[in-house]
T-cell receptor
């Protein structure tokens, strides 16, 4: 799976949009972009994923650049409960090994 | 819909003992993954089970083993516990090779 690069930390004011960037310049055509988050000492929570098109669900929006070398996760109205470490992962579906590899992630701090 | 469940929440053992951790996947999910997350470290892949078979394992010694039952639930066994086995053990399930959903984890402490 391709490597991803994320800023180690970000701050966001409560109620504002949080925009979390991710670089994945070596992504291949059949790799999906996944986002998870982990609140302290809890299991990672799936947020959203996409291949080429922008995606939106009840939690967030995922914007993928046309060349697919980077993406942005958008939390439209951040709350204090969104404080967590956010992980961007690229992976391909296959039968050889579907393990997830989490890098350092971005520690998002939502402040009042 | 119920999520992935794990038991126990916390487990305290001493060196040399054995630990058994359990995982129940989301209904309809046939794949179960086990990960270890030691303090300050990222997720380390342990084992992947699908349809009752071990499909892949990570770079862990043989004293880490497990199995998947006909109802797709799974257990992870760790023999001859060492201090460095202290970690959060996470189980994830997926319908085949699709998106993985994680449970809350079991915190294992080895004294």
């Amino acid at each position: 799976d391709a490597k991803t690069t994320q800023p180690p930390s970000m701050d966001c004011a409560e109620g504002r949009a949080a925009n979390l960037p991710c670089n994945h310049s070596t992504i291949s055509g059949n790799e999906y972009v996944y986002w998870y988050r982990q609140i302290h000492s809890q299991g990672p929570q799936y947020i959203i994923h996409g291949l080429k098109n922008n995606e939106t669900n009840e939690m967030a929006s995922l914007i993928i650049t046309e060349d697919r070398k980077s993406s942005t996760l958008i939390l439209p109205h951040a709350t204090l409960r969104d404080t967590a470490v956010y992980y961007c992962i690229v992976r391909v579906y296959n039968n050889a090994g579907n393990m997830l590899t989490f890098g350092g992630g971005t520690r998002l701090m939502v402040k009042p | 819909e119920a999520g992935v469940t794990q038991s126990p929440t916390h487990l305290i053992k001493t060196r040399g003992q054995q630990a058994t951790l359990r995982c129940s996947p989301i209904s309809g999910h046939t794949s179960v993954y086990w990960y270890q997350q030691a303090l300050g470290l990222g997720l380390q892949f342990l084992l992947w089970y699908d349809e009752g078979e071990e499909r892949n394992r990570g770079n862990f010694p043989p004293r880490f083993s497990g199995r998947q039952f006909p109802n797709y639930s799974s257990e992870l066994n760790v023999n001859a516990l060492e201090l460095e086995d202290s970690a959060l053990y996470l189980c994830a399930s997926s319908p085949g090779t699709d998106t993985q959903y994680f449970g809350p984890g079991t915190r294992l402490t080895v004294l």
